[in-house]
């Protein structure tokens, strides 16, 4: 049991006020002059001058275990998280084996129980073994208990079997996680097609691969009444299909990642791979859409992306060089100075983005907001405290980052899930 004493919580209706919170597994109280109980062990904590936040859901997220234990594993993957913010992250399924049965849910779940810090949500893939052309068992792998359907990162290419996947997983009520990214025209691709890849040399990802399966995706979902769940909008073009769909009062929601709104194609500049993200950095035009999309609510949340790999992956020809970036214990961070230290968005919108939306389209409402009953998972933030993003000190194998050396606002001071203590800041846990 945990008393924090003194934090500022953000209410509903974005007004703060100072008070104390006795947190077990479910939030038990929250007060003033809050009193720990009689005979009870309780962790005392001082949040003064600090939010205490509602922990983070992260959407996308790969954690490479079981199979690529060597490029991050559920330990090290979910300490990372830990310090990050996230309470709770996801799982893609383009794991080996690929989570396309009951078996390989059930065998992630007990072994998260066993080894995770932070709540894992399973994904279970929409075909069998991610290859895009069967249906999986979807219904056995909601059964074992799948929070949601995914394509793990890799866009279901046959239309007709994406809109078979959109009317059979309706019967069941989980969003369907798609990734908008048009194989043929994605091709061989490394940096998006534009400037920067024809000065280079590079091979291009035009945003036409990412907008025509967003608009064929937003299609069948509302034809099918599918809850569609786009991931990784990087386009202007996408903010828009998205805006002009949720107008017309098609159930689609989407997220972005840190990256899409800070950083552009010119960072490729050097043939930098620490940048070498899919989809591709696009350009200030599609950045300045994404800050508008996030805003005014077309896009819903912000997940981290985080795609490890190895850093001797990263250190090749920029052709060769892995995609991926390593961003659970930024995400936030970056996020919090890009958008609210520079007045684009309040606190409370920010956090927002981190768990009400991922909450709700991923059913987890008993982890949204700071309310006496929800799940004892919260985040004790500093707004004041400066920090630099250090990649060596990752917790996370992939200890690597396009920010890296950057001052960022704010920080993450304290992380509890279900009423323990899973990071503090300056200390091993």
């Given at each position: 049991?945990?008393?924090?004493?003194?934090?500022?919580?953000?209410?509903?209706?974005?007004?703060?006020?100072?008070?104390?919170?006795?947190?077990?597994?479910?939030?038990?109280?929250?007060?003033?002059?809050?009193?720990?109980?009689?005979?009870?062990?309780?962790?005392?904590?001082?949040?003064?001058?600090?939010?205490v936040l509602?922990?983070?859901?992260?959407?996308?997220?790969?954690?490479?275990?079981?199979?690529?234990?060597?490029?991050?594993d559920?330990?090290?993957?979910?300490?990372?998280?830990?310090?990050?913010?996230?309470t709770?992250?996801?799982?893609?399924p383009?794991?080996?084996?690929?989570?396309?049965?009951?078996t390989?849910?059930?065998?992630?779940?007990?072994?998260?129980?066993?080894?995770s810090?932070?709540?894992?949500?399973?994904?279970?893939?929409?075909?069998?073994?991610?290859?895009?052309?069967?249906?999986?068992?979807?219904?056995?792998?909601?059964?074992?208990?799948?929070?949601?359907?995914?394509?793990?990162?890799?866009?279901?290419?046959?239309?007709?079997?994406?809109?078979?996947?959109?009317?059979?997983?309706?019967?069941?009520?989980?969003?369907?996680?798609?990734?908008?990214?048009?194989?043929?025209?994605?091709?061989?691709?490394?940096?998006?097609?534009?400037?920067?890849?024809?000065?280079?040399?590079?091979?291009?990802?035009?945003?036409?691969?990412?907008?025509?399966?967003?608009?064929?995706?937003?299609?069948?979902?509302?034809?099918?009444?599918?809850?569609?769940?786009?991931?990784?909008v990087?386009?202007?073009?996408s903010?828009e299909?998205?805006?002009?769909?949720?107008?017309?009062?098609?159930?689609?929601?989407?997220?972005?990642?840190?990256?899409?709104?800070?950083?552009?194609?010119?960072?490729?500049?050097?043939?930098?791979?620490?940048?070498?993200?899919?989809?591709?950095?696009?350009?200030?035009?599609?950045?300045?859409?994404?800050?508008?999309?996030?805003?005014?609510?077309?896009?819903?949340?912000?997940?981290?992306?985080?795609?490890?790999?190895?850093?001797?992956?990263?250190?090749?020809?920029?052709?060769?060089?892995?995609?991926?970036i390593?961003s659970?214990?930024?995400?936030?961070?970056?996020?919090?100075?890009?958008?609210?230290?520079?007045?684009?968005?309040?606190?409370?919108?920010?956090?927002?983005?981190?768990?009400?939306?991922?909450?709700?389209?991923?059913?987890?409402?008993?982890?949204?907001?700071?309310?006496?009953?929800?799940?004892?998972?919260?985040?004790?933030?500093?707004?004041?405290?400066?920090?630099?993003?250090?990649?060596?000190?990752?917790?996370?194998?992939?200890?690597?980052?396009?920010?890296?050396?950057?001052?960022?606002?704010?920080?993450?001071?304290?992380?509890?899930?279900?009423?323990?203590?899973?990071?503090?800041?300056d200390?091993?846990?």
């Amino acid at each position: 049991m945990i008393l924090i004493k003194n934090g500022i919580i953000i209410n509903q209706n974005g007004d703060e006020k100072a008070r104390d919170i006795l947190v077990d597994e479910i939030i038990l109280e929250i007060g003033e002059n809050i009193n720990p109980p009689k005979d009870t062990d309780c962790n005392i904590i001082d949040a003064k001058g600090g939010y205490v936040l509602p922990g983070f859901i992260d959407m996308n997220c790969e954690i490479c275990d079981p199979g690529y234990e060597n490029i991050e594993d559920l330990s090290t993957v979910t300490r990372s998280a830990a310090k990050g913010g996230f309470t709770s992250i996801t799982s893609q399924p383009n794991t080996s084996p690929v989570v396309d049965n009951k078996t390989v849910v059930n065998y992630i779940i007990s072994r998260a129980l066993k080894l995770s810090m932070v709540n894992v949500h399973v994904y279970g893939q929409m075909t069998v073994g991610g290859e895009g052309t069967k249906i999986a068992e979807i219904g056995e792998m909601v059964t074992a208990g799948i929070a949601a359907l995914s394509d793990g990162g890799k866009c279901v290419a046959d239309a007709a079997l994406l809109r078979n996947i959109m009317r059979y997983s309706s019967m069941f009520n989980i969003p369907l996680i798609t990734t908008c990214e048009d194989p043929a025209l994605a091709a061989k691709g490394v940096v998006n097609a534009g400037k920067v890849a024809s000065a280079f040399g590079l091979r291009g990802i035009p945003r036409e691969a990412e907008e025509i399966m967003v608009s064929r995706n937003i299609i069948l979902s509302e034809r099918t009444g599918c809850r569609i769940h786009i991931s990784k909008v990087s386009t202007k073009g996408s903010v828009e299909l998205v805006r002009a769909a949720k107008t017309k009062g098609v159930f689609v929601t989407c997220d972005t990642q840190p990256h899409y709104f800070t950083l552009t194609e010119d960072n490729v500049d050097g043939y930098n791979t620490l940048v070498k993200v899919k989809p591709p950095l696009r350009c200030w035009e599609d950045v300045d859409a994404i800050i508008e999309g996030l805003q005014d609510g077309t896009i819903d949340a912000i997940s981290s992306g985080h795609t490890p790999t190895t850093i001797e992956s990263k250190h090749r020809e920029f052709d060769m060089a892995s995609f991926g970036i390593s961003s659970l214990e930024t995400a936030f961070g970056v996020s919090y100075s890009a958008l609210v230290t520079s007045g684009k968005m309040k606190l409370s919108q920010l956090i927002d983005k981190f768990n009400k939306y991922p909450a709700k389209i991923l059913l987890l409402e008993s982890k949204s907001g700071v309310e006496k009953g929800r799940d004892g998972d919260l985040v004790i933030f500093n707004p004041e405290e400066e920090h630099f993003i250090t990649p060596p000190n990752f917790v996370s194998k992939a200890k690597f980052s396009p920010f890296g050396g950057m001052m960022v606002k704010g920080k993450l001071k304290c992380t509890i899930v279900g009423g323990e203590v899973v990071y503090m800041a300056d200390c091993s846990v």
